[in-house]
């Protein structure tokens, strides 16, 4: 076992002075207490006490070209040199629009903020100005942010909270201190569930403005949409003047150069990115329409944030996309590969432990899950899964070196390899053991 005892005495000064004791909600979930990091390199990080650990959590997304890539720290300096911000326009603004016009099929102008969350906010908001309308539909087990209009149904068992809202009717704030009120506009469907959609959007399609929708269910099982799901929502959109969000945050980049629109050959009308895009600095965008982006042009919609766009921040992006483009982007087969490799060797080590349990994979990103169910492919099927046992294991996995989210998402990097692989997958195997012996972390 591991002593952690730097980050325990780390967590309990930042109880006194950071409100919570983390700067993000999530985080207090990780046990047996919220790892302090030191620093990071490649596929691997150093905690406050000293351990190395092989990093599945990546920042919660972002690093996926892995920590200290040194195209993203050199264009960083680079910028550094000339300023951090100027709150005037820079070309580098200009070059990652462009940058990202050419590489997301449905991008036509982009609009730069500085979270998911903001980039959500905006994109509703487009989307209401453009209809007219005020209704959003959105999905059970989706995380679109925090912002008072969207922030419901988020099953995370790595919040405090537990994952009760599965309910159709009952649309519960996210949080103490949000407005009943702000949800008011919202209308929450199942997944991944064509006649629901079809049905209600026949029925409402005067009040609704838009849909958004995780192209893959990442944040409840990393759950695929069933064949020609998400084309009927783009067509059922386009029919009735409805605006089709597709909230790529976590698949935008890490998916392919195109996102998962580019991957699944679809338009939708607006998309938002975040995570990936800066490679651990904060930026996100939307990107979509021109129609419906110039009402940005025209003053109808506020876009605003004293950061926006800031150098460091476009730097980044600029520094990520050009390293994931090279050779066409001829990186995402060999990161694929690995995050495959590392799907199938933990597959294979659930059969020979006895252990009942699916992973669902989207290229570099997965979601492991104990479950008796023979398939996790929707929401009710994804909350069968054993919460208590997962965290678990995820403690056990920390003492052996191999960080991963209380939760069983898994992000893999570019810089994860074979060695990495070998490492997990003898950990995992290790855990599983001591699971089935029913030994305490
Ligand atoms: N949308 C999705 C799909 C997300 O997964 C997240 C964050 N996990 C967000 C939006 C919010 O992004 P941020 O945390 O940068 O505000």
Redesign the pocket.
Known sequence: MRTLDQSSAHYVESQVFLAGGVASSLRSAMKPVPLFAAEGSGPRLQDADGHEYIDYLLG??PLLLGHGHQAIVSGIHEALKRGTTFGLQHIGEIELARRLTELLPCAEQVAISG????A?MLALRLARAHTGKRKIVRFHG?????ADSIFTSFPSSDMRQSDSVVSTDLILPGTGGQSQLALEDIILLPWNDPEALEVTLRQNHGEIAAIIS?PVM??SGCILPKPGYLERMRELTEELDIVMIL?E??TGFRLGLGGAHGKFGLKPDLV?I??ALGGGIAI?AVVGRKDIMDLIASGTVSHLGTLNGNCIATAAALATISELSKDGGAVYSRLEQTASQLVEGIRGLFAKNGIAGIINQAGAVFHMMFTRELKVDDFASFNQRDVARYAEFAAYLLHEGILVRPNGLWYVSTAHGLREVDETLAAVDRVFQKLQGGTSV
């Open positions: 919660y997304g979270s998911g969350t903001e959500v989706h995380y679109h942010g925090w995780e990442c944040n909230d945050v976590i938002t975040g995570k996100s």
